[in-house]
């Protein structure tokens, strides 16, 4: 039976896998298909996986990014994720990323650029292990 539930569900499998596993995979895929890789890989991490790392962690990845950046992305985010960045950042932090968030209104086009340059960046780190997305709860130490 041939799989056909598409990218999306192609990269959550991938991404149980374990980083190795999944890089081994997705190069075989995109030796055949590179334009089916390239979607499998972008749907594999996004914006709303900043969730699931530690507020340690997200306090490092603040530190790569501009946090214009940031505060453009999660105009188009999820409530969970604005929440859980501004609760675990300083006040400072949290304050430009409100002034940013409430700023006058900017295109589309420039917050996926924003959020682009931002996935990168997460994307970067997640495959070096410098950040660890744990979507089941565990506890990382």
Do not use: C, H
């Amino acid at each position: 039976m041939p799989f056909s539930a598409g990218p999306k569900a192609a990269g959550q499998m991938l991404q149980g896998l374990g980083v190795q596993a999944s890089k081994k995979i997705l190069q075989t895929i995109k030796e055949r298909d590179p334009q089916l890789a390239e979607l499998i890989e972008s749907s594999m991490i996004g914006i709303e996986d900043l969730r699931f790392i530690t507020a340690k962690m997200l306090a490092e990845f603040l530190s790569q990014i501009k946090i214009e950046d940031l505060g453009l992305s999660l105009r188009i985010s999820s409530p969970e994720l604005k929440e859980y960045i501004l609760k675990n950042v300083s006040k400072s932090i949290s304050k430009d990323i409100e002034d940013v968030l409430k700023g006058p209104p900017q295109s589309v086009k420039k917050i996926e650029e924003s959020q682009k340059r931002i996935i990168d960046i997460f994307k970067m780190k997640v495959e070096r292990g410098e950040l660890v997305i744990s979507k089941n709860g565990d506890k990382l130490v």
